[in-house]
């Protein structure tokens, strides 16, 4: 498997977790996805907006590079977050939609990533303002582990919650 198999793979794999993960929080009333059990962004809800802000945050990053990405172009017309903690949809049901169509630009702008634009380096801004230049595939590899170590606290938190999120394997995607 080659680096833009990996990274296609990766974004499948979080595609496929997402779904999961948003059907067995379904399961749950607001309240119960709403309430702080003392986790890291305090519940479920929070978790998962974590997930969706820190995805578009670096989306929006990597949009920057020098290929262009035309794919990702949409992010235009989303404001970058201020605070990674904020909980930007008060509603599993608006959470829900925004994370639908950014697995989907994911795996969209993935099929567009050539093996030669993974060995630039990518110039941007952290959150705090301050300038990074870093190689974008391992980049790329942070930010799908970054996915895979939120939504692993969702999963616990769900099943906490008595949801069972069942198989989480990347293996499963695996031939």
């Not at 997402?18 to 003392?38: G, S």
């Not at 479920?44 to 794919?71: C, E, M, Q, S």
Request: hydrophobic share 45%.
């Amino acid at each position: 498997m080659n680096r833009t198999e990996h990274i296609a793979l990766m974004a499948s794999y979080n595609q496929w977790m997402n779904r999961k993960l948003y059907d067995a929080a379904a399961k749950l009333t607001d309240a119960e996805l709403a309430l702080d059990r003392q986790a890291f962004f305090g519940s479920i809800l929070g978790t998962l907006n974590h997930l969706v802000l820190g995805d578009t945050v670096w989306l929006k990053r990597f949009a920057l590079h020098p290929a262009g990405y035309p794919t990702l172009a949409p992010l235009d017309a989303i404001a970058a977050p201020a605070d990674l903690k904020q909980l930007a949809f008060a509603h599993i049901r608006e959470l829900t939609a925004r994370r639908a169509w950014l697995d989907q630009l994911m795996i969209d702008w993935v099929a567009t990533v050539q093996v030669a634009d993974l060995d630039h380096r990518l110039h941007y801004h952290n959150m705090r303002g301050t300038a990074a230049d870093k190689d974008f595939y391992s980049l790329l590899v942070h930010f799908f582990n970054h996915q895979t170590h939120h939504r692993g606290q969702a999963t616990t938190l769900l099943t906490q919650a008595g949801v069972d999120v069942g198989d989480t394997d990347l293996l499963a995607l695996i031939d």
